[in-house]
């Protein structure tokens, strides 16, 4: 999995792409998202638009992110799972947990109003 982060004042868009399965990159996440959060983001939107596939340890990394914010009072929100993956957060019910976006305006509206 690779990822890049892109700041926009107080909310954060994190691009997920390839396999979410769990690799070293997972602590360089967290560590990244530990950080802007010290300088003041409260919001995430993860892109998962060009994720391939996720396993268990990918579910609880996103679980991991979603915790961090909302322990500071934010909030994350998903934008455009695959067929495939939107599938897994039904299964899983996940997609009562997170909100689920279709593109990066939508997110915006959902996580600051």
């Known amino acids: 999995m ?3 982060i892109q700041r926009k004042d107080t909310v954060i868009f994190i691009y997920l792409e390839g396999k979410l399965l769990g ?4 602590a360089l996440l967290l560590d990244q998202v530990a950080d802007l959060q010290e300088e003041g983001v409260k919001y995430a939107a993860i892109d998962l638009s060009k994720l391939e596939l996720i396993n268990s340890t990918g579910i609880g990394l996103l679980m991991r992110i979603l915790v961090k914010f909302r322990n ?3 909030e994350v929100c998903l934008i455009k799972p695959s067929e495939n ?5 039904i299964i899983t019910k996940l997609m009562a947990i997170f909100s689920v976006v279709e593109n990066e305006e939508d997110a915006l509206q959902c996580l600051c109003n």
């Open 2 to 4: 690779t990822f890049n």
């Open 23 to 26: 690799s070293y990159n997972d």
């Open 72 to 74: 500071r009072s934010g």
């Open 85 to 89: 993956i939107r599938k897994l957060l």
